[in-house]
């Protein structure tokens, strides 16, 4: 296994540091490492455990449990494409497959630049502007299929 | 203990108010069908639903494994909306479940069928998807099915309760959830210390030992000379397979059995035992009077330990004694001496081990000692083999052990196979060793009983030495990070992997209480005692009581291996460790 480079090290031991007095803490943890680094590799889970006392196998239940931490590194921009009942009924499946067509990637992935990972989000509070699509936090409201070709390249010219 | 008045099913009762209504209702005489409950009725999970009664005034139907009893409570066990919900939840466990009970190695001690049954379950009721299947079976130790796993999460309260490691545990969710350790890797790329605890716990045939059976039928047919040596543990709980109570003997039966599956040799792990005795004894000695290693030294028998160790604690490795485990030594002196005493071509023989252990097979399996011993079977291994010949066990005559070179036996070996019994042994034969008189009371009572630490002072001659003893790698951590800390004021530690020592190893007849109608309702405290007064009456009842006095271990060393520690000692009788093992490597 690979071994973490001692700036991580330190930034985890200080970050699992700032929950040592939670009765209860290791969602707060993760939450802070996944924010931070964006995935939660196995290395830095048995890190976490070798803090906190608390077994790898219950940080990896946690991890596994919620879809909000990741395995994997995430790309630098995440997109969001709810799947929530009212986003579905006005059609947001078609605008996630567009999204997969387009980028050649299945939800959960990242592409191989490491540019884009697409995920499924289920509900984010935007009924009224279903479909709604979230990029890095921003939405875009009533997101249909054609659109999605211009909101990569909205994406991709930022980058060139 | 404070009493409260309930009713269940209409009757009056008193019962202790600590209790949960699934206890409860077992005092009184319902039994109230559960699978993921499985530490005196508790449970942490509740996750099985299969011990739903009716509580009146409660909302909708509880949990009784979860559920305390309150004054005045009135509790309905029976009723048809009770029964039916405890059969849907059945059925639904049984909808994702492999169900190929005829073949599945559980067969007879399941508690899935058994409550099925109780509970009436249909054919088929729910039929969908099933959750894709694992077969682990990499690891020499256990195997791991999870088509047969109806998630309770009884191993994993298990391996944190005796371990504080907890290897396996819940991942993913909703219908792809698993029991499995991290990413679904099989027990050998992970730390797992093949102890068997969790195997001991599974209600169902998820979790097993690795059954080494066919390599056995492979040494008969290929006309090997099979010879065969059981552990001290495992007469101590043998006779449970046949129906016989938890404490019953089962020495004499269990030699007549395995002569008559057409072993070789029939021999005693118990001078193994002796062996390992005068030679852990003798590097005792050498570490405190010539501070040749570190103190205190920690003992090797138990091979689940040792995994932790070299997982956990790699820097104390120089610690722990050299010696083999007593099976292996047995082994070796096997292939060796007896071979050699025999003019047998040691190629022909064939070691088996018969153990109460599952780790036993991973340790026959290491790198460090390949050709000790050639297949090593669990209590319950044993129980199928005499059971498969057909063999009546109420019919067997009591025989004794071949006495042959390798026959003899002291007290202090039969011990072994209980928590604190290594370190009575070996005080035995150190006191003495550095005193030049026998212990005078022999019994070491200080370190018998199942506290998580046990600890004795002995006067050796004006010299003090402390030692203590532990089992369950939860109690052990405090005295290993004692050593590390420099704090340790213990000369010799004696540490067994799993909880009580080898008599509650996880290769040992199965305590599902809802399948032992005939034991105690409180059998599952008190199974570990029952089983460990069979080898204490052992002991009492041998004429030798002390290692060194064993008269074919004296011949032993005066014929063949010179001195304890002599070199060929040293070659035969003593291993090395791995302080490189890594906990989850790459490889899945």
């Known amino acids: 296994m690979a071994k973490l480079q001692p700036a991580a090290v330190k930034q985890i031991t200080e970050i699992v540091e700032r929950y040592k007095n939670e009765p209860t803490p290791t969602m707060m943890i993760l939450e802070d490492i996944q924010k931070e680094y964006g995935y939660i590799p196995l290395e830095v889970q048995e890190l976490v455990s070798d803090l906190t006392g608390v077994p790898v196998s219950d940080i990896y239940g946690v991890v596994t449990f919620y879809s909000f931490f990741s395995m994997t590194p995430k790309g630098k921009y995440v997109i969001g494409v709810c799947l929530g009942t009212a986003c579905y009924v006005k059609g947001s499946q078609l605008v996630l497959d567009k999204f997969g067509e387009l ?11 490491g540019l884009f990972t697409l995920d499924v989000l289920r509900c984010i509070g935007a009924c009224a502007v279903a479909p709604a699509v979230s990029i890095n936090g921003k939405v875009y409201p009533q997101v249909k299929v054609d659109n999605v070709k211009n909101i990569i390249a909205e994406y991709r010219a930022k980058e060139a | 203990m ?16 600590s209790l949960t209504v699934l206890e409860a209702a077992r005092k009184c005489g319902y039994e109230i069908p559960s699978l993921c409950a499985f530490n005196h009725g508790k449970c942490s999970k509740a996750s ?13 139907l509880v949990a009784s494994c979860v559920y305390p009893v309150n004054e005045g409570m009135e509790i309905i066990t029976n009723s048809v909306k009770a029964t039916e919900a405890r059969r849907a939840s059945v059925e639904l466990i049984l909808s994702n479940h492999e169900k190929n009970c005829l073949q599945c190695p559980k067969n007879g001690h399941c508690e899935l069928l058994k409550v099925a049954e109780m509970v009436g379950a249909r054919d088929q009721k729910y039929v969908g998807q099933q959750t894709e299947k694992t077969v682990d079976e990499v690891a020499p130790g256990i195997i791991r099915n999870s088509a047969k796993c109806i998630l309770c999460g009884r191993c994993i309260e298990r391996c944190k309760e005796a371990h504080g ?29 093949q102890c068997g605890q969790c195997v001991n716990v599974c209600p169902t045939g998820a979790l097993m030992e690795h059954s080494e059976i066919e390599k056995v039928d492979e040494a008969f047919k290929a006309g090997k000379k099979v010879i065969v040596q059981t552990a001290p543990a495992v007469r101590a709980a043998i006779a449970e397979e046949f129906g016989e109570k938890i404490g019953t003997v089962g020495t004499g039966k269990m030699v007549a059995a395995l002569r008559r599956l057409g072993f070789y040799r029939v021999f005693d792990v118990n001078f193994g035992a002796d062996l390992t005795i005068m030679e852990e004894a003798h590097e005792l000695i050498e570490r405190i009077t010539k501070k040749v290693a570190p103190l205190p030294q920690l003992t090797s028998c138990s091979p689940g330990w040792i995994n932790y160790l070299e997982y956990f604690y790699p820097e104390l490795i120089p610690n722990l004694s050299t010696c083999k485990s007593p099976h292996m030594m047995q082994g070796a002196i096997t292939k060796s001496y007896f071979a050699k005493s025999h003019d047998i071509d040691p190629k022909d023989i064939f070691v088996v081990s018969i153990m109460p252990c599952t780790a036993k097979k991973y340790e026959a399996s290491r790198k460090e000692m390949p050709n000790d011993i050639d297949a090593v079977l669990t209590t319950r291994e044993l129980a199928k083999l005499i059971k498969r010949a057909g063999i009546k066990w109420d019919k067997l005559p ?29 005080l035995r034969t150190a006191y003495f060793w550095l005193t030049g008189e026998e212990y005078g009371k022999i019994n070491f009572t200080e370190v018998r009983g199942f506290e998580a630490v046990k600890e004795a002072t002995l006067n050796i001659k004006g010299t003090e030495i402390s030692v203590a003893v532990t ?3 939860a109690n052990a951590k405090k005295l290993l990070d004692e050593i590390k800390a420099g704090t340790s004021k ?5 540490v067994m992997c799993c909880p009580g020592g080898c008599i509650n190893g996880g ?23 029952k089983r460990a007064s069979v080898l204490y009456s052992e002991d009492e009842r041998q004429v030798i009581r002390q290692s060194h006095n064993n008269r074919d271990i004296q011949k032993l060393y005066k014929d063949f291996l010179g001195e304890p520690g002599s070199e060929l000692a040293e070659e035969l009788c003593h291993t090395t460790y791995n302080a490189n093992r890594e906990k989850y490597p790459d490889n899945k």
């Not at chain 2, 404070?2 to 108010?17: E, F, M, R, T």
């Not at chain 2, 004794?400 to 070996?413: C, I, K, R, T």
């Open chain 1, 103 to 113: 980028l050649g990637i299945k939800p959960g992935q990242t592409t191989e630049d």
């Open chain 2, 2 to 17: 404070a009493l409260v008045n309930i009713k269940i099913n209409g009757q009056p009762y008193q019962v202790d108010s």
């Open chain 2, 48 to 60: 099985c639903r299969v011990c739903l009664v009716e509580v009146v005034g409660a909302r909708g």
């Open chain 2, 165 to 193: 490691i907890s290897i396996l545990g819940f991942e993913n969710r909703g219908f792809k959830t698993i029991v499995s350790p991290v990413q679904n890797r099989s027990f050998a790329n992970s730390p797992c210390l």
């Open chain 2, 398 to 426: 009591d025989e004794e052990f071949d006495q042959d070179l390798l026959g003899e036996y002291s007290g202090a070996g039969v011990i072994f196979g209980v928590t604190g019994g290594v370190m009575e042994a070996a």
């Open chain 2, 471 to 473: 089992s369950g790698m």
């Open chain 2, 490 to 494: 213990y000369a010799f530690i004696e």
């Open chain 2, 507 to 529: 290769g040992q007849p199965y305590v599902h209480p809802a399948l032992l109608p005939n034991e105690d309702d409180d059998i599952l405290d008190t199974y570990k005692a």
